[in-house]
Structure formats: structure tokens, C-alpha cells
């Protein structure tokens, strides 16, 4: 059975771009919905090219009104990528473990409330730490907690600014999230992956 899958943004899109290279025609899994708190948000016009229906929701905190739109496109499952707003509870419930998103980090660490963009690699760098990474977990009612499904690790670099350890995070992002979107298309949820490690080369 092919996947229907909807993903939700606030930005750029980067990450959804990255999903869309992957879930070509013959793949388990289809991209049926891109919503989004913003209308501005610039990864819509990704999904409106290729004629894939896009929301943008006019009350993010409304359970109701996902719901309608998720139910609207029989969406299987609901990827958060570089979606900054708590997902309301009553989707949560009724995506019981089918709603997953990708953190630029290695989580626990580096996560929660507020911690996202610039701010997470500031605060990597600011700690020392010699790697950081990106997750994939699954998503529960608070930002960043739920278990973890897959983690892609990057050396920390002497000389890193937030803006180039980004960089060398988000490139591995876009291997990670396609990778745990096609296993949960084959095994009809998400299921935990190997963590990948990236060389220092
Ligand atoms: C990514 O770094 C993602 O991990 C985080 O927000 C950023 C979104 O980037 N949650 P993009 O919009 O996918 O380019």
C-alpha cells in the first residue's frame, strides 16, 4: 500500500525538497499535503509546483482544523520538517505514533522550547561538544521529547560559526529523513534505524 504522507513547514523547505527527490513515482510512499503556519513560507511554492495541495493553517493551535485536512487527504502519516509550533494534542492522540520530525541536533540534547534555527548550533558550539548531528523522533505533546528513531552524527570542526556547522548538520538531514520516511512506508509506521555516522573528511 502506498504511504500518504502530509508535512508541515514553517521555512525554506528544505528538508521537505530533500523528501520530495526521494518519494518519486515507483516509491512506497506519496506526498498528498505540505501545510504551514505561515503563508510566507517559502517551501510552499515547492509543493505548489508540482500541483501537491497546500494549507496554510490560519489557527496553528486549532486540533479540529488539522484534522479536517489530514482526514480530507486519508494522510497516513504527518512529517514535521522545520515546523517551529507544538502540533495540538487532539492530532497527537489521533496520530498515535505516526507523526515524526527532524531537530538539528542529537537529541535529548540541544532540544525543547525555543531551540531551533541558529540558536541550536550556538548553543552546540558554546558547549564544547566535539559532534552534533540531526534526529528523527517521534513527536509527542511537548517540543523535541519523544523517542528517538534515528540519529545522523557530524564532527564539530575548530574554527565552526553557527552558520557553517548548520550547514554540515543539514546536509546530513537530508539523507536522514528520507531514509526513516521510506522504512516507515515499508513497514506501515515509523520504526527505528542505525545511527549513521559521518567521517571528519
Ligand atoms: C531544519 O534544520 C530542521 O532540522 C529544523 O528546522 C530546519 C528547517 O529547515 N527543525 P528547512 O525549512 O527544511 O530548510
Known amino acids: 500500500m502506498m504511504m500518504r504522507i502530509a508535512v508541515a513547514i514553517s521555512g ?34 515547492l509543493a505548489q509546483a508540482r500541483q501537491i495541495p497546500t494549507v496554510v493553517l490560519a489557527e ?14 486519508a494522510v497516513d502519516l504527518l512529517v514535521l520538517a ?24 542529537l537529541l535529548p540534547a540541544f532540544g525543547g522550547k525555543g531551540m531551533y534555527g541558529r540558536r541550536v548550533h550556538q548553543a552546540v558550539l558554546a558547549s564544547g561538544a566535539r559532534e552534533s548531528g540531526a534526529s528523527v523522533h517521534l513527536v509527542d505533546e511537548r517540543y523535541d521529547q519523544g523517542p528517538v528513531l534515528a540519529q545522523a552524527r557530524v564532527p564539530v570542526l575548530a574554527g565552526d560559526t553557527p552558520e557553517r556547522l548548520a550547514e554540515r548538520v543539514l ?18 509506521r515509523p520504526v527505528p534505524l542505525p545511527d549513521v555516522v559521518e567521517s571528519s573528511s
Open 171 to 188: 546536509e546530513v538531514e537530508h539523507r536522514l529523513l528520507p531514509a526513516v520516511v521510506l522504512a516507515a512506508a515499508r513497514a506501515g
Open 82 to 105: 522545520g515546523y517551529v509550533k507544538l502540533v495540538p494534542a487532539s492530532v497527537i492522540e489521533t496520530y498515535q505514533g505516526k507523526v515524526i520530525n527532524i531537530h538539528p541536533a
Open 12 to 45: 525554506r523547505g528544505s528538508n521537505l525538497e530533500a523528501l520530495l527527490r526521494v518519494l518519486v513515482p515507483g516509491a512506497p510512499a506519496e506526498i498528498v499535503l505540505v501545510l504551514s503556519d505561515r503563508a510566507e513560507a517559502a517551501g510552499l511554492s
Open 60 to 73: 496553528p493551535q486549532d486540533g479540529e482544523l488539522w484534522l479536517s485536512h489530514l482526514r480530507a487527504h
